[in-house]
């Protein structure tokens, strides 16, 4: 079968392509920027851009995918905000081009990148285990959180849904939590950095209280979940959570300090902000997908770092 990446050089893109071409897959890869994406023998390499579906419909209808993989995005709250247009152009009309020229092209299955971020409108609860059947309430009374980025996925959500509904297609969303892994550099900043400070002996400051929670989840599991739902014959849902390993910013400091010898440092004055644990649940039902331990991750992500 071939699968079209669209955002192959991104963190998780680049990733993913070498795996799913491990897994016997013909893979055609597309970005923006082609210079991030991995050499791959045998690989088909497209420069294109997501927003403009005359580059989008024609790479579908020349290399006739299977699965086409929508990555490319522009990642993170305050990304999103630097330049609006470019970002409903590449954020909204892109997704819609992926999925008009999908349904055009007959491809079987389409999946994209939601986050966990569009459970920011649920009211914080102690103990509370989010899944995907949890309601997402939308009320002028609501919490949500303000993120245009969340407000978009959202919107994604709803696009998907039309395109299953009106269209037939068979489209899956795959909700991240906060990736971490090697070359990262979009999203929140000590989040991205930790590692490469730990094995440079350098301290990480996180501007958060030791008791907040953060939810983690390394590149490699992401991809293991992606090449699982791409892979698969038939799917249950059109919605997949992730999860994450749900720690303490103390844990996840007390984790780094003694696995990488780091000096990961958190805030006692931050107010304490706890986020949900949210289930893979559903995932792990159907594929047996699970997480890799946190501290495997931590050690396999330095070792890249310092292979490098
Ligand atoms: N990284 C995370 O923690 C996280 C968490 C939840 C969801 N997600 C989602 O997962 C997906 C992939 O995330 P990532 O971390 O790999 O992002 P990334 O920022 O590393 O990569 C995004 C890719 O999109 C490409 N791109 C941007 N504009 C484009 C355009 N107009 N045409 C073609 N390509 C374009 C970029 O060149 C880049 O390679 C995104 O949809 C993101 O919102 C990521």
């Known amino acids: 079968m071939a699968t079209l990446i669209i955002g192959s050089s991104g963190l998780v893109g680049r990733n993913l392509a070498p ?4 897994e016997g897959e013909s893979i055609v890869c ?10 791959l023998p045998g690989a088909t390499m497209v420069q294109g851009d997501v927003s403009n579906f005359t580059d989008v419909s024609e790479t579908i209808q020349r290399f006739e995918p299977d699965r086409v993989i929508n990555l490319a995005y522009l990642v993170g709250r305050n990304a999103c905000l630097q330049d609006l247009n470019r970002t409903l152009r590449v954020n909204i009309l892109g997704m819609d081009n992926v999925f008009r020229a999908s349904v055009a092209a007959d491809v079987s299955r389409v999946i994209w990148a939601s986050t966990l971020g569009v459970y920011s409108s649920i009211d914080y609860e102690p ?3 989010v899944t995907e059947e949890y309601p997402r309430p939308y009320s002028p009374y609501s919490s949500f959180d303000g993120s245009y980025y969340n407000a978009l996925k959202h919107f994604n959500e709803y696009q998907a849904l039309l395109y299953a509904s009106r269209e037939s297609l068979d489209v899956c969303a795959i909700r991240p939590s906060f990736i971490f892994g090697p070359g990262r550099t979009t999203g929140v900043p000590w989040a991205c950095s930790f ?4 094995i440079n002996g ?16 390394y590149v490699d599991d992401v991809v293991d979940l992606f090449t699982k739902i791409t892979l698969a014959k038939t799917l249950s849902s059109n ?7 749900l720690l303490s910013i103390s844990e996840i400091a007390a984790e780094v300090n003694s696995v990488l ?3 990961l440092i958190s805030d006692p004055a931050k107010n304490p902000l706890f986020q949900f644990d949210i289930s893979n649940g559903r995932a792990h039902k159907e594929f047996g997908f699970t997480l890799s ?9 330095a070792n890249i770092l310092r292979s490098q």
């Open 19 to 22: 795996h799913l071409l491990h």
């Open 30 to 39: 597309m970005d923006l920027n082609m210079e991030l994406t991995p050499d």
């Open 127 to 129: 103990g509370l285990v």
């Open 195 to 198: 590692i490469e400070d730990a």
């Open 202 to 217: 350098k301290t990480t400051h996180v501007p958060m209280h030791p008791d907040s929670t953060f939810g983690l989840i």
């Open 239 to 245: 919605v997949y959570n992730t999860g994450g390993h």
């Open 261 to 263: 010898n780091g000096n």
């Open 293 to 301: 331990p946190f501290s495997e991750s931590l050690i396999k992500h």
